[in-house]
């Protein structure tokens, strides 16, 4: 049957027969295995989400923030992301290292420290932008180590004005400090990108196993998250206002890496994330490595298992990865006063992709994030 056939039989038959009704789910089906295909060929290629430029023919130098550089060129320039007046303002530039390849090819950009406190992402960028040679790339590699620079500065996770700058985005010139960051950061520099990795740790006192968060509705951003390779994706869109988001909601692909926890150089998992965005690169054709990538365990649903009302001394009796069943003991709080003891238990199976570590913990505390076994 042609397909005029088909839609005019449909359109005129008013009840479409069974047929016609498995025939059309068929043709959904196909549409959408043909649409993920595409978008995950398109990806390959470096042209998933073409960010808010679109690709130019010739290789020519690329113009950012006020920077022109030249194919087979590499350079490093400060950002002034929140249009400061006076030199006094110059404490909350960011250092931006652009890597233009002698061949043409993707943007990718690699953004570390919106969390100023989260170090090992700064490494990981850091380790990238030094390694990646013009003549070695095909396509750019845009790389910021620490766009909160005045959180990384002084350990701190938020702006100085206490506001969390991956609440902030996509900007707004005129409003907040966050607000004016995220704007400078999203129109000087994001908006260059065809695809984006936002570094990232555990917040506060706590851990997270290796892991890539995105949306996993969106075929690029999950063939993005698989490239990275480090062997488990959760779905999370992000909250409003965050990096994540606002670049997934401009239709380019971008996940966030999570790894390890805040002021620390952690060097398992800053190599990990070294070896996930080369893996990313080789993925795009930018270089010619072979991918090391793990297959990933995807997980559609997690959830914090909390310490109830139980205040006290906190030791997890689990480690951080560990495959649990539901009943499993996870850890024990005591209260050092009355000598009770509350155990936290596991609510279902999963595996353990973030934890608290050994503290002092008062009542609501989430001590466990568990990743959940499909039901
Ligand atoms: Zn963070």
Known sequence: MSCLRWFVGRCFDGRPAIRTQRRERMRRHVKRTEKVFHLVLCLAAGTAGAGLTAPKDEWAPLEIAGHTVAPGETARFWVDLANTVGASGRTLDALVVVTRGTRPGPTLCVIAGVHGDELNGVEIAHRIYAETKPEELSGTLIA????????LRNGQRYL??????????????DGSLAARIAYHLFQGVLQHCNAVLDLHTGSGSRTNLPQIRTDLESAPALAL????????????????????RSVLDAGVP???????????????????????VRNVMAGLKMIEAKSERESSEVYRKTSWVRGGNSV??????????ARVRKG??????????????VEI????????IGMAVPQFVLPGYGLFHIGYDPE
Do not use: C, W
């Not at 006290?312 to 990865?321: D, V």
């Open 160 to 173: 100085p004005d206490r506001r969390d700058l991956n609440r902030g985005f996509p900007g707004d010139p």
């Open 328 to 341: 499993d003991l996870l850890g024990v709080v005591t209260d050092p006063v009355t000598e009770a003891r």
């Open 254 to 276: 971008a996940v966030i890496y999570e790894a390890g926890e805040p002021l620390r150089f952690e060097a398992g998992v800053i190599e990990q994330g070294v070896t996930g």
């Open 312 to 321: 006290g001394i906190f030791f997890p009796e689990r480690e951080l990865g």
């Open 225 to 244: 998250a698989r490239s990275f390779g480090v062997g488990i994706v959760l779905h999370g869109v992000g909250p409003s206002g965050s990096l994540r």
């Open 144 to 151: 910021s180590p620490a766009v909160n620079m005045a959180g």
């Open 345 to 352: 238990r596991s609510p279902r199976n999963g595996r353990i």
